[in-house]
Nanobody, 115 residues
Framework: QVQLVESGGGLVQPGGSLRLSCAAS????????VGWYRQAPGKQRELVAI???????TYVDSVKGRFTISRDNAKNTVYLQMNSLKPEDTAVYYC?????????WGQGTQVTVSS
């Protein structure tokens, strides 16, 4: 029923920045925590960041101090600001509720960090 659409990925040099967006078809973010996830080639999908209903923020250790998750409730959109990007951040990035729902995965957006 719910649709999540990721956007904002692209090719960026090491040390650069990108802002990813996750737009929901409805006010689903009022009912669930939201996570950003990523999957690099040959690796399992990894939880990167969470924003909970009470605005508590959680990050995986590898992105702490570099990534910031936020939301705009009026737009039903969650963002991931990524600064100081490293080649190891290269992956397809997805959003989903947290804990994730199998029917909520979208197309994802590709982030490539390379010189």
């Amino acid at each position: 029923q719910v649709q999540l659409v990721e956007s904002g990925g692209g090719l960026v040099q090491p040390g650069g920045s990108l802002r990813l967006s996750c737009a929901a078809s409805g006010s689903i973010f009022s009912f669930y925590a939201v996570g950003w996830y990523r999957q690099a080639p040959g690796k399992q999908r990894e939880l990167v960041a969470i924003i909970r209903r009470d605005d508590t923020l959680t990050y995986v250790d590898s992105v702490k101090g570099r990534f910031t998750i936020s939301r705009d409730n009026a737009k039903n959109t969650v963002y991931l600001q990524m600064n100081s990007l490293k080649p190891e951040d290269t992956a397809v990035y997805y959003c989903n509720k947290f804990p994730p729902g199998a029917d909520y995965w979208g197309q994802g957006t590709q982030v490539t960090v390379s010189s």
